[in-house]
Nanobody, 121 residues
Framework: QVQLVESGGGLVQAGGSLRLSCAASGLAFNWYDIGWFRQTPGKEHESVASITPTGDSTYYANSVEGRFTISRNNGKNTVYLQLNSLKPEDTAVYYC??????????????WGQGIQVTVSS
């Protein structure tokens, strides 16, 4: 059974930092791109960042570029999202997502349960 478990969320003041973790189990972690999405009430899922299996390529939404950093430790089956210079508009539920990398011989897209990040002004 595939599990993606997020941790590290919480309440922080504007300008502060958090580090989110996504621990994966039950899948061939090295064959998956891992991404972070976020959602606020009334808005669609927003793709925040993603990273390829080797970490050689990353993506960031314009809204977080320069403030958030995604990384992964394949030995620990874990992806991290460092959130710096947080703004109230970063408040959302953050979700971890695993999708097969290009050319990977695996199937299926998997989601974590989500974790709340709240940034107070």
């Amino acid at each position: 059974q595939v599990q993606l478990v997020e941790s590290g969320g919480g309440l922080v003041q504007a300008g502060g930092s958090l580090r989110l973790s996504c621990a994966a189990s039950g899948l061939a972690f090295n064959w998956y791109d891992i991404g972070w999405f976020r959602q606020t009430p009334g808005k669609e899922h927003e793709s925040v960042a993603s990273i390829t299996p080797t970490g050689d390529s990353t993506y960031y939404a314009n809204s977080v570029e320069g403030r958030f950093t995604i990384s992964r430790n394949n030995g620990k089956n874990t992806v991290y999202l460092q959130l710096n210079s947080l703004k109230p508009e970063d408040t959302a539920v953050y979700y971890c997502n695993a999708r097969p990398a290009a050319g990977a011989g695996v199937r299926g897209v998997h989601w974590g349960q989500g974790i709340q990040v709240t940034v107070s002004s």
